[in-house]
């Protein structure tokens, strides 16, 4: 039998009688620290609960970007698929963000993306490319701060030893693209590094500068920058020894000259072979690599341990599944179905299919049913596509899945003369 029904009077007069708005402030503060160490929405959430608990807390409003406690670290842009890239006119403005630990989802209105693209993300603001100007913003999504960086152009007359045969200049523009993006946040500066994939150089830039600069110097590569606490860590495997040499790039402080990149580790040929990738995962970089040819063992190490020159493999990482491409991320499998934890997902190339590879097992296995893989509509385990998708933004900016090989260019649906050629690489997808 139903209860009997409360007057809104009543519900009035219960709220003002609460004990909850009038906690002390240090408690309400301590509360506050707590949520948003673990993620920025339950922050917010927690601050709109009543006005006593808003004024005593700090709104991210206004320094969403530059102060790096409000950034949503463990947020990613959902790929839509089917076409549907950020900006096309069937989403209305809105996008859907996804939470990597949680699998939770929200919808954003960004109506930014009518005139600009996405070339990266860091620490969860997006990095924007303005059309019309070139200009780089860093956008937080979720408070809608932005801030305003040089423009890509600005490079160019940085750029005429190694693009020297490309005319006219706005078609050397497209190789500034292809960027990993770091950055370091003191006093109310923010100092960016762009680390553009293509040219294997950098460029920084602050907050307060009018052009970025170029670095005098090169990086060798063998697999895409990642970013990691304002640096980059690039790898070179030699090729007559398979040794890996793992370096660092330190972003500068304002007023601080760029250093070249330096050697903090050297790998052995028999304990980790290419490719190599980085990866964050409980706070902790990971080295993951092959144990021999392609599709062998996978062995993981953690990146503090090759520095000081010691082979202890990772031989667990829980509930977590680590996706290879392009870029890295790790999930929770608790949250996400479909995911299997403890293993690390990539592309097949001898099979042609996205397999997960079992840590604990040393095992191989299909990551996605024939069905999400070929079948012309998405099968049950079509969500790990969308999730390694994530992995790369040339695919996720133009509305497409990561599916098979195949080369060649991927076009730009809408101002292509402003986009097109975000990289020149053949691409997986």
């Known amino acids: ?107 954003v209105h960004i109506p930014l993306f009518d005139d ?50 490309v005319r006219p200049a706005r078609l050397k523009l497209p190789w500034l693209r292809s960027v990993s993006t770091a950055a370091t946040f003191a006093d109310g500066v923010v100092t960016v590094l762009l680390a553009f994939c293509d040219l294997h150089r950098v460029a920084v830039a602050t907050s307060q500068d009018h052009q970025w600069t170029m670095s005098t110097w090169h990086y060798a590569i063998s697999s895409p920058p990642f970013p990691h606490q304002g640096k980059f860590y690039v790898v070179y495997v030699m090729r007559a020894d398979h040794q890996a040499k793992i370096f660092r790039i330190d972003t500068p402080l304002p007023g601080e000259v760029l250093q070249p990149p330096k050697l903090i580790a050297t790998t052995i040929a028999d304990k980790l072979r290419g490719p190599i990738y980085f990866v964050e995962c409980d706070s902790e970089v990971l080295v993951i690599g092959y144990g021999g040819f392609p599709f062998s063992k996978m062995p993981v190490y953690k990146l503090a341990d090759l520095v000081m020159e010691r082979y202890i493999p990772v031989t667990s990482i829980g509930d977590k599944a680590i996706f290879l491409q392009n870029r890295t991320l790790s999930v929770s499998a608790k949250a996400l179905p479909t995911v299997v934890g403890d293993t690390i997902i990539c592309f097949q190339p001898m099979e042609h299919y996205v397999a997960q590879y079992h840590l604990s097992r040393s095992s191989w296995s299909p990551a996605m049913d024939k069905c999400s893989l070929r079948g012309t509509e998405p099968g049950p385990c079509s969500l790990i596509q969308h999730i390694y998708t994530c992995c790369s933004w040339r695919h996720r900016n133009k509305g497409l899945l990561l599916r098979g090989y195949r080369g060649g260019w991927l076009r730009w649906p809408v101002n292509g003369k402003l986009r097109q050629g975000v990289s020149l690489l053949h691409t997986v997808y």
């Open 116 to 165: 600009h693209c996405v070339l990266d993300s860091y620490q969860g603001p997006l990095v924007l490319q303005r059309d019309h100007d070139t200009a780089i913003r860093l956008l937080h999504p979720f408070t809608g701060d932005i801030l305003d960086l040089p423009p890509l152009s600005t490079l160019l007359p940085q750029m005429r030893q190694e693009l020297q045969e």
């Open 1 to 107: 039998m139903a209860g009997p029904l409360t007057s809104p009077a009543t519900v009035a007069s219960d709220a003002s009688t609460s004990p909850w708005p009038s906690l002390p402030d240090d408690l309400i503060r301590l509360l506050a620290s707590r949520f948003l160490a673990g993620d920025l929405l339950d922050y917010l959430h927690f601050r709109a609960v009543c006005a006593p608990w808003r004024s005593s807390t700090a709104s991210p409003r206004g320094r969403g970007v530059v102060e790096p406690r409000f950034h949503p670290r463990h947020w990613a842009l959902l790929p839509e698929g089917h076409g549907l890239y950020p900006g096309h006119p069937k989403l209305h403005g809105y996008v859907r963000f996804f939470n990597l630990d949680t699998g939770a989802f929200v919808r």
